[in-house]
């Protein structure tokens, strides 16, 4: 896999590169701060479930999606007025709102740009995947501040924002290797599931971690009024806990205020609870490996899950 990453990363920083070195700098900036380009490994692996090596088109496949997800991210801090991503500036922090909107739409426009050489059935899907992103997204902005938000919503906005990518990022790899249909079904079943133990940890992770360890603020969405699950699952707690929670938020918060937030989070089961329901999602993609063939990539696929769940150092 080493060497997949580093072609991998050719790749992403050839996409990225234009005539004008100004958006160059822009549209590169958060690739050069690193990442750990899941879902460019992700289609790598789902194109070798079948034992092929993996073809230069898959790889550009991966970073398609990975493009749509740092594009993504420019808009995501454009709307949170976020300063710091992955340990930098943000963009929007650095050049303004405007270079970061429009550096985010020109790496959705590479994406795109990729997807259309492959087909329009790979075109079609990265497609729908951003309209999946923007659904997430508004479903999300939709509960801002809402302590009663419902857990549907939440899950719905997760799977639109975050598990669907990564869905389609394993179907793209599936597709362009020409994986046979079941196949590709499964995978993307996998990637789904996946994709929602990724967010649900990222969201665990937001609460318990410090900001030096997320390389960005702890608690933001809180302060943010983005009501996660394992804060949607401290509200539901004894009225004592659910109350206590409950009359901090619902509004912007202070920095003491946040800090107090998350200490009532992080004393309470919430965490652990947002984490019950993060394994479900393990075994969710662990049962769609049972439909791939075995061997080395179908066993890191069933191991991925449930090893990224117990990175963030959570109780089985």
Known sequence: MDADRRRIERVIRDSVQTADPYLTELASHLVVAGG????????????????AAVSDDVVRGGVACELVHLGSLYHDDVIDEADTRRG??????????????LAGDFLLSRASEIAASLGTEVAGLLARTIGWLCEGEIEQLRHTYDIARPEDSYLVSIQGKTASLFGTAARIGALVAGLDRPLVDALTAWGNAYGMVFQIVDDILDVTDTTEQLGKPAGHDLVEGVYTLPVLRTLQLDRAVGDE??????????????????????????????????????ESAQEACADLPSGPATDALRTAPLALLESAIIPA
């Open 36 to 51: 750990k380009r899941l879902r460019p490994v992700v289609a790598i692996t789902a194109a070798q479930v079948a034992g």
């Open 88 to 101: 930098v500036e943000t963009v929007n922090a650095k050049w303004g709102n405007l270079q970061a909107i």
């Open 245 to 282: 929670l409950g009359a901090l938020l619902g509004r912007p918060l202070d920095f003491a205020e946040r800090d107090k937030a998350l200490a009532i989070v992080r004393a309470n089961e919430g965490v652990e609870s947002a984490a019950v329901t993060a394994r479900q999602y393990v």
